[in-house]
């Protein structure tokens, strides 16, 4: 049996607690987290075929250039090896096996869940994988961000945080998203804050609904496979359930940007049951506002992108997954 028939996609913003939920669902010995990976976005969204020995070594190429592929435990001949043993052309989902099973080896999890996906890519991957389920864990956008603007990406050199914005129009999205799939068998929403105050309930429901027993394993860490660069950013990870930092982002996050953020997805974060706080800007305050909603407002291109998959949303009925059940 293929490794992606089993596959369970992890779904998430940057910061919003998936790798502390990764560590927890590594946890149980019939389930395996894969670390995250960077893959061309044509070939995995847009139904590109590899057609030649040129197409492998210029997707490779892209793979091991981002800096997660360090987490993965094959070099790139190796992979290339086993990639030119495939017939042309090779799908993704012919790549994507070939990662797993190499990945993989002699193991053989029961479910596998793959980490690092964006919600408005859920249509295209559940066409792909007409069996995958999908797991999206989200947060309070306020502590989300706060967490963006003190974590550089390894990557790029530079904050996680977008303009903020942009970042709430993409909240918003985002529960756009939740609302759409709730009811689909093939979606679980988790909320972080339910994760930290009543975690093995939470764990068990997640089990459930990949289908695998609630056993623990001995001595499985994920953190163990990361790569350094990755550890740097998940110091919190093997620690307790620090739930004394979920309300953290009310002391440390710029006023601006809470005011930006309950401005834009007021309504997201009450619909969540989240609090909205009162915020009283002074007058550079406001300005270094207005310089935000500027830059913001250069952007049309990323707007554009946002307001695009809401369109989607509302109006195609295979953004919402109708033809899928």
Not at 304 to 309: A, E, F, G, I, S
Request: charge should be positive.
């Amino acid at each position: 049996m293929k490794a992606s028939e089993n596959i369970c996609f992890l779904v998430y913003q940057s910061r919003s607690g998936s790798t502390f939920l990764s560590r927890l669902l590594n946890e149980n010995k019939h389930l395996s987290v894969t670390p995250e990976a960077d893959f061309n976005y044509s070939f995995i969204y847009k139904n590109r075929l590899l057609r030649n020995t040129f197409d492998i070594e210029s997707i490779l190429c892209e793979f091991f250039e981002s800096k997660k592929s360090k987490s993965w435990n094959f070099s790139k001949e190796e992979l290339k090896k086993e990639l030119l043993n495939l017939s042309f052309p090779i799908k993704f989902l012919d790549f994507f096996n070939t990662i797993l099973s190499h990945h993989y080896g002699e193991q053989n999890p029961k479910a596998i869940v793959f980490k690092g996906v964006f919600p408005n890519k859920i249509p295209q991957l559940k066409k792909q994988f007409p069996k995958a389920k999908f797991i999206l864990i989200s947060r309070d956008f306020r502590a989300v961000y706060n967490s963006q603007e003190k974590t550089i990406n390894f990557n790029t050199g530079k904050p996680m945080s977008k303009n903020p914005y942009l970042a709430s129009l993409e909240y918003r999205l985002l529960n756009r998203f939740i609302e759409a799939y709730a009811e689909k068998d093939c979606f679980q929403h988790v909320v972080y804050e339910n994760l930290m105050e009543n975690q093995e309930s939470v764990l068990a429901a997640i089990y459930d609904f990949v289908g695998v027993p609630n056993e623990k394993s001995e001595g499985d860490n994920y953190v163990d496979v990361l790569s350094e660069e990755h550890k740097s950013i998940h110091t919190n990870v093997n620690k307790p359930a620090q739930k004394q930092r979920m309300e953290a982002w009310k002391e440390e996050l710029d006023p601006v940007y809470i005011s930006i953020v309950q401005s834009v997805a007021r309504k997201s974060l009450l619909k969540n049951g989240y609090t909205i706080e009162t915020i009283h800007l002074s007058f550079s305050q406001r300005i270094k506002k207005c310089r935000f909603l500027w830059a913001f407002l250069l952007r049309p291109n990323e707007i554009y992108v946002v307001l695009k998959d809401f369109f989607k949303l509302r109006y195609f009925s295979s953004y919402r997954l109708v033809d899928s059940e």
